[in-house]
């Protein structure tokens, strides 16, 4: 299943809104795949990302 997770990241000085869509088995998966992602690419801990939502992508 793919899931849409979105959510924020501390940029600087500022949040930044992201979307990414991430294939997991189910929505926790889907929360630590979006974590790894975003925090490799940004070089960011898990506290500086706030997930707001995953939800199932429509086929």
């Given at each position: ?58 086929a």
């Amino acid at each position: 299943m793919n899931f849409i997770v979105k959510g924020t990241f501390k940029a600087g000085e500022k949040w930044e809104h992201f979307t990414k869509t991430v294939a997991s088995q189910n929505k926790n998966s889907a929360f630590e795949k979006a974590y790894s992602l975003i925090g490799s690419e940004h070089g960011l801990r898990r506290t500086l990302i706030k997930i707001e939502s995953a939800e199932e992508e429509k086929a």
